[in-house]
DNA sequence: TCCCTAACGCAACATCTGTAGCGTACTGAC
DNA sequence: GTCAGTACGCTACAGATGTTGCGTTAGGGA
């Protein structure tokens, strides 16, 4: 997390970001993101990620010298998409989209390693990046409520992120923590729960 | 999970389960904890927590083939502490009480890699566990929302669990996926949310 | 106390993981 | 096109991880 873009040192290497080095970060983080699909975080092998890739693995080695910075590395690539908020009219209908199409992709059973994997990241390696994420994803959901706000659905200075968080928290208690299957029945207690609360 | 706890085999070999096994199982699982502590999930090394137990590497991959096993034992071991179920004589100081004594027993940092041990270990070792783990929590402290359906606090036929369950997940979710501080503004907040849910 | 054998220790080994040095190929600036 | 130097491939290796076989110790029933 370094401030400036460009170093201070005037003799500071140039970095070559394209052409192949570009080829083999993406092969790898591919290859590896396939890996933790098939075999999950501590079967994961860097030998076998460079052999997929088609890369040497001391290249795999140098550009990220552990497996959590190359796994942290693979899910910043998968976990770039963009997600769409929903505008039905309705904080109860808007929240309800949004709560489904979350649980429809996220509540896939072929994705618990890879969710299990961001979970266990050492903080001093993934801490970051687990604030950073979140923070942008309530942040860019939170129109949802401001338009609920607006439409004098919610009391003036309801705080968008606190609704958000508890509607998403237990999506992702269930998965993670309690291992229990999400039903469209709680779907819809935590919409409604979510707006209560606020 | 076998439903007997007598082979139906007469020729079944007679486990020792006391003495000399009954101390190399505890020192393992012990010093698997104090690594667990120390160096998070996948800088465990086996031989070490052998090593601190005074035992044989070759003794600890008898009893426990992988790594996975092993620090399921481990914290099955660490987690069957009991948990004091509060009484103060409403819901929402019941609640309270419940959810401060939860944060401040389980917000603890330094507890934050075995946390993130239980959450990374695969569905099939320890998927089961953490089911019936969770399933057993928010049973022990159903009475508190039992008390107050009595009291009529609550309609009839609302469901203990979901109430719990709903007032424990942003915990998890702070400590476990979003990588974000527990605040008591925060604490309340989601107190007051359960009871409105309900 | 005796005896059977489960459970452990030890040594030797096969495999996997990660590192270091050096030569080569490709990038990107001029 | 030219060229400096970054990023990669390759080989060799050190160390960690996990397995196998066999001898030894000690648990627990008789």
Redesign the interface.
Known sequence: MTAMSEPADDDAPRRRTGGRSARVRSAVLQATIAQLLEV???RLSVHEVAAAAGVAPTTVYRRWPT??ELILAALQELSAVAIEVPDTGTLEGDLRSLIRSIAATVGQPAL??VQ????????DV??EY??SF?ADRLDRTSAVVERAIARGELPEGTEPS?VL??L???I???L?????PLDDD?LD??V???I??A
Chains 1, 2 share one sequence.
């Open positions: 999950g975080y501590d497996r959590a618990r390693p299990r994997s961001i979970a266990a990241l050492p903080d993934a801490g687990r604030r979140w606190h968080e508890l998403i928290a237990p992702w208690f269930r993670i923590i309690s291992d229990t709680a207690r935590w409604r729960a979510a209560a609360a």
